[in-house]
């Protein structure tokens, strides 16, 4: 059985700077990509970044030059490094696991990222 465990929000402020963390809960075998979406108050879930397993990142425009995603691949966590924050930022961040090998996608619990002064 098998679990993504999400950490690294808060509160900061306009300006300020955040890591979040996404670390996979027990063992698997292989994945494609793991990333974050994040969802904000009556907003729609909006993906913000990814990684694949050879390392090729994706960005959506509004974080470009701002945010930085790295992979741990031995430890099979994702990282996802926030410069820059703006409070449109504020929302709760969901890490995932794709193709997972034997288990599909997976979602971790969400972690609430919070920009304001």
């Known amino acids: 059985q098998v679990q993504l465990v999400e950490s690294g929000g808060g509160l900061v402020q306009p300006g300020g700077s955040l890591r979040l963390s996404c670390v996979v809960s027990?063992?698997?075998?292989?994945?494609?990509?793991m990333g974050w979406y994040r969802q904000a108050p009556g907003k729609q879930r909006e993906l913000v970044a990814d990684?694949?397993?050879?390392?090729?990142?994706m960005y959506a425009d509004f974080v470009k030059g701002r945010f930085t995603i790295s992979a741990d691949n031995a430890k099979n966590a994702v990282y996802l490094q926030m410069n820059s924050l703006k409070p449109d930022d504020t929302a709760v961040y969901y890490c995932?696991?794709?193709?997972?090998?034997?288990?599909?996608?997976?979602w971790g619990q969400g972690t609430q990222v919070t920009v304001s002064s």
């Open positions: 027990g063992t698997i075998i292989s994945f494609y990509a």
């Open positions: 995932f696991a794709e193709k997972v090998l034997y288990y599909g996608d997976l």
């Open positions: 990684i694949t397993n050879t390392g090729s990142t």
